[in-house]
Nanobody, 122 residues
């Protein structure tokens, strides 16, 4: 499975960005798609996840709940992360990831994108 993220950039606090992740390759084994983020010197942090099955379920980290929305377009093998009310603490490299399992921690994700930088200025 290959994952390609896009949509990162620089935004002022309170602004919005929409990230996209296009999946290709052997996507039939995918159970869950997720977004993680990482800042220098810190471990990769879970942000949001969405099931890839017919029954759509979503799960969010407490730090982004109510501000971020994860969604999917199965026919296009694409996952989105709409980020609203962005704060400087949201500044990080955001990674898209794919897992054959129903999980929300990084070690359970087998495939990763290259990452896209999101910078929120105060």
């Amino acid at each position: 499975v290959q994952l390609v993220e896009s949509g990162g950039g620089l935004v002022q606090a309170g602004g919005s960005l929409r990230l996209s992740c296009a999946a290709s390759g052997r996507t039939l084994s995918t159970n869950t798609m997720a977004w993680f983020r990482q800042t220098p010197g810190k471990e990769r942090e879970f942000v949001a996840a969405i099931s890839w099955s017919w029954r759509e379920r979503t799960y969010y980290a407490d730090s982004v709940k109510g501000r971020f929305t994860i969604s999917r377009h199965n026919a296009e093998n694409t996952v989105y992360l709409q980020m609203d009310s962005l704060q400087p603490a949201d500044t990080a490299v955001y990674y898209c990831a794919s897992s054959p399992r129903n999980a929300y921690d990084a070690p359970n994700y087998d495939y990763w994108g290259q990452g896209t930088q999101v910078t929120v200025s105060s």
